[in-house]
DNA sequence: CGCTATTTGTGCGTATGTATC
DNA sequence: GGATACATACGCACAAATAGC
């Protein structure tokens, strides 16, 4: 493979960009079959008459996108045809998911027991006819007199207790569990869905029935998977959305993890 | 400061290594406060006798975290204090949040481009006046007859040509750009509200008028935190929800991470 | 076991391009 | 236009990891 004259770069803004974009088009057409070896730096040099620098960045590129990975001695792998959504990752820290717990107090009007019938224990995931403690309240910003949604919570039976003498709880519900009975909250689950305000919940929040409502259910798992609580919280659509953020994980370091 | 010694790095495997462990400690420390310039890359050099190469390389690590953005002509800004976070986390794995981006196809209806009125430009986070690629399509469920979702993609002016011959992509668009032009988000902020359906959407979706719909609003940002896609997704509300799931990050690879 | 060749990783120097002020 | 600062690109050298002899 000692061509005089090197093969041709396509478009592209820049060099690394344009070779990057080539093999990532050889990958994809199976030119580089998964788990096979690209040709070295050194080679990608010769072939596309570019220096070392260039090569690097543009397999630093497909490192990013989790195309390759590569290994000192060995060369540089192929991990992947194109690239997944390896994306997704996080909520910063103690914000966004949680954040809005923390700028708005739960004011708690009703503490029943309840034996889950047959829908309800479709949404906690559990028998019917086993007992759950639910508790109602109001979400409020401090200042507002409109309350930003109602909240239905479901926490299972032996943390029934969890609530004892409060009214206004500082943390949320979830974070009390935690503390008072020492386990973790290892795993949110959440699912968001918009639905119509009937009317009960309508005059509560101060809205017209019938108006777009934003539905928020939370389930909190411990280690094991087992449901701890499950929260329904009903936003008025004009007044809520749900905001978060997600960073992806510095693919850098999760190439040499690799 | 021009010593004829220079700041001693302290321990670490590599020296751009050492270098951004010691300006994370700098910037952790208050030292460089949020929104302030690092020094150029020239003083860095001197500051700590190495090669700008060596400064790049460790900048590139702030970069990769979220610490800091660069931005030619201007210098390296401190974009937050420390990298976040505990919780984190979440699955690739089914039910994310991009699952559905795989299992629906997306068909492009329209392509025009518009300048960003006052409304626009606050969505797309720009002046108005500014240019943009707007893309009208639809997303479909392979064998469903009723689509799941409007959609309305804002691409920003140099990404325009993205979509050059392609009228059904088989990856986001952001994945598209990401392969076309090199560059990485690194960052989507998503926000969620309840909105009630508009005449012309209904119509298309195949509701009432005036039902509840979720609007999912996705913002991708490069690097250095310019947005590079606005999506806007309207899902009729019987439809669809939107589910992902966050876990803990485990101590051991949060010891990783940092 | 040591030795060597290969391949990526690290590091330096230099020059030019491009965006910003 | 000029000055500044980051981006791209070329070159070279040596270190570290790996594989094979």
């Excluded at 200042?143 to 919570?153: C, D, F, K, S």
Aim: charged share 20%.
């Amino acid at each position: 493979m000692n061509q005089s004259s090197p093969q041709p770069l396509g478009a592209g803004h820049t060099r690394y960009i344009a070779l990057a974009q080539s093999l990532i088009d050889d990958i994809a057409a199976g030119r580089y079959p998964l788990g096979a070896l690209l040709p070295t730096e050194h080679e990608l040099c010769a072939q596309f008459g570019v220096s070392r620098h260039t090569v690097r960045e543009a397999i630093r590129r497909l490192a990013d996108l989790g195309l390759v990975t590569r290994q000192p001695g060995v060369g540089t792998r192929v991990r992947a045809l194109r690239s997944a959504s390896r994306y997704v990752h996080s909520s910063t820290g103690s914000g966004d998911l949680f954040q809005y717990v923390r700028d708005v107090k739960l004011f708690l009007t009703q503490q029943i027991e309840v034996i889950a019938d047959e829908d309800l224990a479709e949404l906690l995931e559990c028998q019917p006819g086993q007992a759950w403690l639910k508790v109602v309240g109001e979400r409020r910003v401090t200042g507002e007199e409109q309350p930003i949604a109602l909240t239905q919570v479901f926490i299972v039976w032996p943390y029934r207790d969890v609530l004892k003498g409060v009214s206004a709880p500082d943390l949320p519900l979830y974070a009390l569990i935690e503390q008072r009975y020492g386990v973790v909250v290892t795993e949110v689950r959440q699912q968001i869905s918009a639905v119509a305000i009937d009317e009960e919940s309508a005059r509560v929040l101060g809205v017209e029935p019938g108006t777009a409502g934003l539905r928020v259910i939370r389930k909190y798992l411990n280690a094991a998977g087992n449901i701890m609580e499950v929260a329904v919280n009903l936003h008025p659509g004009d007044r809520f959305s749900h905001s978060m953020t997600l960073r992806l994980e510095s693919a850098s370091a999760a190439g040499r993890g690799a």
